[in-house]
């Protein structure tokens, strides 16, 4: 079976907190159902639900959002 080449999303993004760029970095726990972000340098960090369809920046965009809301 040939195996699909994922396309490779950004896994690095621009902390909306400290304003650097590529310093938030995202994990993916499939198996817990959960996407986590962190930024090294302001220590600003994230968790969501996330389910086998989510990519990194579905975590990063909803933490955007949730930003914007507070």
């Excluded at 400290?18 to 220590?43: H, P, T, W, Y």
Aim: glycine content about 4%; some cysteine; proline content about 4%.
């Amino acid at each position: 079976s040939k195996r699909r080449k994922r396309v490779t999303l950004a896994k690095r993004f621009k902390c909306p907190f400290c304003a650097n760029e590529e310093v938030v970095e995202c994990k993916m726990d499939f198996r817990q159902g959960i996407g986590s972000l962190a930024c090294r340098l302001c220590g600003a960090s994230y968790q969501m639900p996330i389910h086998h369809l989510h990519e990194p920046v579905d975590v990063f965009s909803e933490w955007l959002d949730d930003c914007e809301a507070a």
